[in-house]
């Protein structure tokens, strides 16, 4: 079980994770975060998991009007957490995440194939091609195992819709994504994966306090809420 890999954190523990649009994390910050999520773990129960809206519109001190997007692109996770934070905690005190977890797309694809796919059911077919974006979709109706291109392809996808369509995509796929990592086959081999994924990432979490909140995130994968 997931839950004797480490013991949970001593209280709840809130993390943002932000996926980016670029193949690799580089110095200094260049691309879009396309998937902000705030993920609150508690010890004893479960994960709470709190999609932010990446086209919402914040100004920047001395400057026009910008998505929640391209933050990073301007000043980094750093500034991208401090906005955050001032608009989570309205009128009080700031919000700050514990910590952060930048996934770059070659980050992403390497853990998922590093856990052998993920299970999705797809209800109708995605043919996607852009060029300019370097993203070519075609998957096919019904129940199938996405890879780590596949599963990247689908969590970046917007096509003609709006970013809420966008949202609403990635959201399905979260359950799949934490009964994969609970899954008995995959917890064995979850202390290298994520060796790798911090190796190739961008994150202030050390590999122990990873797989603590995992552990206490995933015990039961069935009471997230999102």
Do not use: C
């Not at 998505?67 to 700050?96: F, H, K, M, N």
């Not at 709006?162 to 990592?181: K, V, Y």
């Amino acid at each position: 079980a997931i839950t004797r890999l480490a013991e949970p954190p001593g209280a709840p523990q809130t993390v943002l994770l932000l996926g980016l649009d670029q193949p690799k994390v580089s110095t200094p910050a260049k691309g879009e975060v396309q998937l902000m999520l705030l993920a609150r773990v508690h010890p004893e129960d479960g994960i709470e998991l709190l999609q932010i809206p990446t086209e919402l519109k914040v100004l920047l001190p001395g400057q026009q009007l910008k998505p929640l997007s391209a933050l990073y692109g301007i000043g980094g996770v750093a500034l991208t957490s401090d906005v955050l934070a001032q608009l989570l905690g309205g009128d009080g005190d700031p919000l700050r995440p514990d910590r952060y977890l930048l996934l770059s797309i070659g980050s992403l694809e390497q853990a998922i194939d590093s856990m052998g796919g993920v299970p999705v059911l797809l209800r109708e077919p995605i043919r996607y091609h852009d060029k300019t974006g370097g993203l070519s979709i075609n998957l096919q109706p019904g129940q199938q195992w996405l890879n780590g291109e596949q599963t990247s392809q689908l969590l970046r996808y917007r096509g003609l819709e709006t970013d809420g369509h966008r949202r609403l995509r990635q959201e399905q796929l979260l359950m799949p994504l934490a009964n994969r990592l609970a899954d008995p086959t995959v917890v064995p081999a979850l202390p290298d994966l994520l060796q790798e994924l911090t190796q190739s990432s961008n994150t202030n979490l050390s590999q122990g306090e990873f797989l603590s909140l995992l552990s206490a995130g995933l015990q039961d994968p069935g009471r997230m809420r999102i």
